[in-house]
């Protein structure tokens, strides 16, 4: 036995042998074995870290306050739930081996996955959260990417998602998942959606099947499908990125009021929202994309428009368009099940701050 294990079963000897030295009918005496109990965990590495040491703790709250004054200045809540979602959502659930499964492991800050067109402009995210991950060092580069996503959704107005850290870093460039694994949003000019790469073939002609076979192979089903969808009520696809939307609109150009707070200031202006308050978080996405009527200058993709038209997306789109309440429910649970594909928690269990 190591050391500390063979101190931990002394401890509890002691507390036998007091027992039966007892005079007490049921052996020592609870307060004894507590006090038994306590000094034997304390020497006890596995079971004191169970639910992440104080300084671990410690650390994530920190990186978590840092991350949410980022979203205060910089207005980066899209970006932010964009670079967690694209490292977690590479996960094959039926590759078992780790971290060749992909998901939330790190993966993205390594070339060549950052350079994949699906992530276009996050390098410069991953760059502009290295000074928390430098000093915190305790904090895996998983935790900080999922812990990004969670703040800024929380930030724009949206729900608290009870999230858990302790997420294991996939160590090298060797983690990184072929590309293809993400959906896309049009499809190509011979009129098909995703391809042959990644880690299963997403080819698909008609944007629903395209949606499923991406996030089938995550795990998810068809409303935690829809639920997702509804992130897109923050932020705005830019043409240098995914080729899609305008320069600028209306509501992008900075003259609008578009943070949930009221306050002004949009970051960088230009690209195409969906909604018209692109910083605050909501279920305007729905209403917009179901709205024959909504604004032009908002984005309507193929695989928004097909919620509303496939008979599996529709019952939830149009749920969630009429009651946020159960949205920002399911959305939650989406999020939480999304940041955790693929991902490897030390302590086992992972680490919960709330």
């Not at 192979?217 to 696809?237: C, F, N, P, Q, Y």
Request: with cysteine; net charge positive; proline share 5%.
């Amino acid at each position: 036995l190591a050391p500390m294990q063979r101190i931990a079963l002394l401890c509890l000897a002691l507390a036998t042998a007091h027992g039966a030295a007892s005079s007490r009918p049921f052996g020592a005496s609870p307060r004894f074995l507590r006090s038994a109990t306590r000094a034997a965990l304390a020497f006890n590495p596995v079971q004191r870290l169970r639910g992440g040491s104080d300084k671990q703790k410690e650390e994530l709250v920190a990186a978590r306050k840092e991350i949410w004054d980022l979203c205060e200045e910089k207005n980066c809540n899209p970006v932010l739930v964009r670079l967690g979602w694209h490292d977690a959502g590479t996960h094959d659930v039926n590759i078992k081996e780790w971290p060749k499964c992909g998901g939330a492991i790190g993966s993205i800050r390594f070339k060549p996955e950052i350079e994949h067109g699906a992530n276009a402009g996050l390098a410069d995210v991953v760059k502009m959260l290295e000074p928390i991950k430098d000093k915190y060092k305790s904090v895996s580069w998983a935790d900080i990417f999922q812990m990004g996503g969670a703040v800024a959704i929380e930030h724009a107005g949206g729900p608290k998602i009870a999230m858990r850290y302790g997420r294991v870093d996939g160590p090298d460039p060797k983690a990184c998942s072929p590309q293809g694994n993400l959906p896309d949003a049009e499809p190509n000019d011979k009129g098909v959606y995703g391809g042959a790469g990644g880690t299963a073939s997403t080819e698909a002609k008609e944007p629903g099947d395209h949606l499923r076979k991406v996030f089938y192979r995550m795990g998810m089903d068809d409303k935690e499908i829809v639920a997702l969808s509804g992130a897109h009520t923050l932020g705005r696809a830019w043409k240098d990125r995914s080729g899609l939307g305008a320069d600028k609109t209306k509501f992008t150009d900075g003259s609008a009021t578009v943070r949930n707070d009221g306050k002004a200031g949009c970051g960088k202006t230009g690209g195409s929202s969906w909604t018209e308050k692109w910083l605050k978080f909501d279920n305007s996405y729905f209403k917009v994309v179901s709205d024959d009527k909504a604004d032009k200058e908002l984005l309507k993709l193929s695989t928004d428009k097909v919620l509303f038209a496939d008979a599996g997306f529709k019952k939830y789109a149009e749920k969630y368009r009429d009651d946020e309440k159960a949205f920002f429910s399911d959305y939650a649970a989406a999020h939480k099940k999304l940041s955790e594909c693929g991902a490897k928690f030390e302590p086992e269990g992972g680490i919960a701050l709330d």
